[in-house]
């Protein structure tokens, strides 16, 4: 098949033409030194008497046979397209041959010339052969021991009706593929066993992932509750605190009420630290008061904190007394 740019600069095939006219068309097909097949050219199909006779003359004496079919034993179809088809003509010939010719063409083979420019229009000569005519010659050929290298069309150096070598290069290119595609296979497989691995690896990782997922979630709800525990056990170290600091105020008040004279009444204390402050009344000597304090075993130092004065409505002494306690009562 010729290429778009071929068939946009050259529509009408002339470089193609002179092309084929110094290169014949097997001069690239596969092999050296090829046996160069005699020329048998076939007046008309099937093959008449006369035929046969000189074909059977030419099997005995050559190794290799080319067939040349006669332009006029071959079906002539003309098939017009126009210029801007060009780029797709022979597939577009192809098509119409097939929609034209009885069983959509099954069991018909052709060649196509190179196209003519007429006015806007590419005009292309089809020859057509039945199949069934070519496998025919071969046959014929080969019961005598020699083999047919192509069916052409006689004067014509394109694509033939049939060739050897189409079919070898068919048969190679089939060998070809297949190489590849087990080339593929064998690289392949050690890609696949590697993407197995990786995979089972990927799930075995995640497997950790989510076990060192919970983990850490264990370790938070630990941490959580250690948390808990150490505030709960700071509430009770402020509760054991203030109650100590409670009872020590209350053993204060008790040796207090059991030391202080009869006629001495306290009416505010408050401590903090080792700060012990007193308010209070005396109906007799204050100052005997500051002595009894002064006395007790938990006190450090005990002074009046201010003047005594004499309240206006009891008429007793009202006194205010500082204290220090002993370091082991703090």
Sequence with gaps: MRSAFLNRIDPAGRFAQFFERLFPHDL????????????????????????????????????????EIDASAAL??????????????????????????????????????TGRVEGDFLTY???????????????????GGTKVTAVRLAGQQG???????????????????????????????????LSVESRALADANAAK??????????????????????TREADLANDVERFIRDSRKLSLLTDLAQRLPPNVWLSEMSVSGRE??????????????LRVLQASPWVEVARMDGPIQ?????????????????DSLE
């Design 28 to 67: 690239f097909l596969p092999g050296f030194f090829r046996i160069k097949a005699s020329p048998f050219r076939v007046e008309a199909l099937p093959l008449n008497e006369a035929g046969r006779i000189a074909l059977g003359d030419l099997v005995r004496k050559a190794d290799e046979i080319e067939l």
């Design 76 to 113: 002539l179809r003309t098939i017009r397209l126009p210029k801007a088809a060009a780029a797709a003509a022979e597939e577009a010939v192809r098509m119409q041959l097939r929609q034209t010719l009885p069983g959509q063409a099954q069991g018909l083979v052709w060649q196509i010339s």
């Design 125 to 143: 000569q089809v020859r057509i052969l039945r199949q069934e005519d070519i496998d025919a010659l071969r046959r014929f050929v080969a019961e």
């Design 159 to 193: 694509r033939p009706f049939w060739s050897e070598d189409e079919k070898q290069s068919k048969r190679a290119r089939t060998a070809a593929m297949g190489a590849v595609l087990a080339v593929l296979v064998i690289a392949l497989v050690p890609i696949w066993q």
């Design 209 to 230: 992932v989510t076990s060192i997922e919970a983990l850490e979630a264990k370790l938070r709800e630990l941490s959580t509750l250690a948390d808990g525990a150490d």
């Design 276 to 289: 012990m402050r007193l308010s209070g009344f005396s109906s007799g000597d204050a100052p005997e008061a």
């Design 310 to 326: 004499i309240d206006s409505l009891s008429r007793q002494n009202r006194f205010n007394i500082s204290i220090q306690l002993k």
